[in-house]
Each structure stands twice: as structure tokens, then as C-alpha cells.
């Protein structure tokens, strides 16, 4: 663990001044998943995240910081739910990728639901697993958000996924890529970030699936 990372994830986050968990793939943490460490932790609390991959996690309703401790800190999908009025969620080098699935929970990027706080992901991406329309999806979002105030991404890759399957082949239905980006009654700021809309199916007998949007806004939601 290295000082001058904790001296940046203190000086961004006033309000920490918690307990600092490791976790280490290898076991020479503290946890060897965030998840375990997220299942411990209270509000204030700094997760750092050494080098490795790890399963999806889900953070509920945590005044908290996740960070990568130096390298590659590759995640499944990133979960966030009923984040409070005045609490933040910070991600700070998170790579979470989602698998090929019919379930949302483990394909998007991210999903962040209900929050009214903060949440402030950097220097992350968040590209979703590509679809498979034998299974009748269109594809996945980078990153969704439904009913959150207050979401920014700095320096963040935001990939729908792409549509490769067979399906279509054989019913004349093909289906499209995913949305770099959707919101729904949320407030999202994007810095220097790349959106990128997934593609739709290509069709070889019937018309393509349609490719995704770079950012899909509905219900009121805003964008900076």
C-alpha cells in the first residue's frame, strides 16, 4: 500500500477517515474479494484493491472510496443501490467488465440504482459483455443508471456491447448493440470520457440489428 495513494484518496475524499481494507486476489489481504470487504466495512471506510481479477460487487448504500492499489484491478459488473443523501461512492480504477448473459445483474458495466448521494467513478471502464441474441437480448448498457441525483465519470471508457449471435440467423429477428450510456430520471456528468455505443447484429439474410446509443437520456434525465 502505497502513501502517496492514500494521501490522494484522503485528500479527494475529506469526509473518509475510517478503517483502510486490502484486498488481495492472492489472500495476502485483508479479504480476497471487494465484496467481503464491502460486507464489513461502514461508512468512511477506503477499500484498496491490489492487482488482479474479481468477481461483480454490490455497494449498498456505503459512504465509501474502492481503489485500485497500483496495476490492473479487473471486476465483474459494479452494483450500486440506495446510496443516501450526502454519502459518496468513489471508483478509482475499477476496470468491470460484464459476461456474455440474459441477466442484466452480471452483464452491464455498471448499474447504479436509487442513489441520491454521490458517486464519483475515475480513471475506470465500465464496458458491458457482449450480447448473444440466441437468447433474445438486445445488448447491454456500459453503463445504466435509474433514479440517481448525482453521478460523474472522469477519465472513464462507458461500452455497450456488440450482437453476435445466431439467433436472428434463423428467425428473421435481429437484435441491437447496447448503449455506451443510459439514464433514466438521473443527473450524469462526463469528463473526458469515452461513450461508445455498441453494435447491432450482422445480419447475413435479414436486415442487421440496429447499434446502440453512445448516451440514451429518458425521463428527465440530464446530461453535462
Given at each position: ?7 490522494a484518496v ?15 486476489v492472492?489472500g ?9 470487504a ?22 449498498d448504500?456505503?459512504d ?6 497500483g496495476?490492473?484491478v ?9 446510496l443516501?443523501l ?18 442484466p445483474?452480471?452483464?452491464r ?26 437468447s433474445?437480448e ?8 435509474e433514479?440517481?441525483l ?9 461500452a ?13 429477428v435481429?437484435?441491437g ?7 433514466i ?10 461513450v ?12 442487421a ?16
Amino acid at each position: 500500500m502505497s502513501l502517496s495513494l492514500l494521501l490522494a484518496v484522503f485528500t479527494a475524499i475529506p469526509s473518509l477517515a475510517g478503517d483502510v481494507h486490502v484486498v488481495d486476489v492472492t489472500g495476502a489481504g485483508d479479504f480476497p474479494t471487494v465484496q467481503q470487504a464491502l460486507n464489513s466495512a461502514l461508512d468512511g471506510d477506503v477499500i484498496l484493491v491490489r492487482p488482479g481479477s474479481y468477481p461483480s460487487f454490490v455497494v449498498d448504500d456505503l459512504d465509501i472510496c474502492i481503489v485500485a492499489d497500483g496495476g490492473t484491478v479487473t471486476t465483474g459488473t459494479v452494483r450500486a443501490r440506495n446510496l443516501a443523501l450526502g454519502k459518496t461512492l468513489v471508483l478509482d480504477g475499477i476496470d468491470a467488465q460484464g459476461v456474455p448473459s440474459s441477466s442484466p445483474s452480471i452483464s452491464r458495466g455498471a448499474w447504479f440504482i436509487n442513489c441520491a448521494g454521490s458517486i464519483r467513478a475515475q480513471h475506470s471502464s465500465f464496458q458491458a459483455g457482449d450480447s448473444n441474441s440466441d437468447s433474445a437480448e438486445d445488448g447491454w448498457d456500459g453503463a445504466r443508471l435509474e433514479n440517481c441525483l448525482d453521478v460523474s465519470f472522469t477519465d472513464c471508457l462507458l461500452a455497450g456491447s456488440h450482437d453476435s449471435g445466431a439467433y436472428g440467423d434463423n428467425t428473421g429477428v435481429h437484435y441491437g448493440g447496447g448503449n455506451g450510456l443510459y439514464a433514466i430520471q438521473s443527473f450524469v456528468s462526463v469528463f473526458a470520457s469515452e461513450v461508445l455505443a455498441g453494435d447491432g447484429h450482422p445480419a447475413t439474410i435479414w436486415d442487421a440489428g440496429v447499434g446502440g446509443h453512445g448516451a440514451l437520456l429518458e425521463s428527465g434525465s440530464q446530461l453535462h
